[in-house]
C-alpha cells in the first residue's frame, strides 16, 4: 500500500550535480518517519549514505560529507538528496528508505552514474 517512488536518477561528468528524489504514496504520516537514503555499488555492500530524523537531525557517510545535503519536506512525503561536486566513486544504486519502530520502506532504487 505504501510505495516510495524515486528520481533524478542519471549520467553525470566528476564534479557534477544531481538532485535524489523520493516520494511516498499511500497512508503515511511522514512526521512520524526517519528517512534516509542508501547507495550499493557493483560487488559492495549496501551503505547509509545520509540519513535526517523525524526531527530534523541529519547524519552524513565520511566519504559524502561536505558534498551531499539531506533534506525533507513533510507536507509531500519527500526526501531529496542534493549531491555536489560528484566522484567516481559516488557511482551506485541509490535507495531512499522511511523508518519508524513499526514500519520499514524502501524505493526502488535509481542509477547514479559519474563518468567522463
Known amino acids: 500500500q505504501v510505495q516510495l517512488v524515486e528520481s533524478g536518477g542519471g549520467l553525470v561528468q566528476p564534479g557534477g550535480s544531481l538532485r535524489l528524489s523520493c516520494a511516498a504514496s499511500?497512508?503515511?504520516?511522514?512526521?512520524?518517519?526517519?528517512m534516509g537514503w542508501y547507495r550499493q555499488a557493483p560487488g559492495k555492500q549496501r551503505e547509509l549514505v545520509a540519513g535526517?530524523?523525524?526531527?530534523?537531525?541529519?547524519n552524513y557517510a565520511d566519504p559524502v560529507k561536505g558534498r551531499f545535503t539531506i533534506a525533507r519536506d513533510n507536507a509531500k512525503n519527500t526526501v531529496y538528496l542534493q549531491m555536489n561536486s560528484l566522484k567516481f566513486e559516488d557511482t551506485a544504486v541509490y535507495f531512499c528508505n522511511f523508518k519508524k519502530w513499526d514500519s520499514n520502506y524502501w524505493g526502488q532504487g535509481t542509477q547514479v552514474t559519474v563518468s567522463s
Open positions: 499511500g497512508s503515511i504520516v511522514s512526521s512520524l518517519y526517519g
Open positions: 535526517i530524523t523525524s526531527g530534523g537531525m541529519t
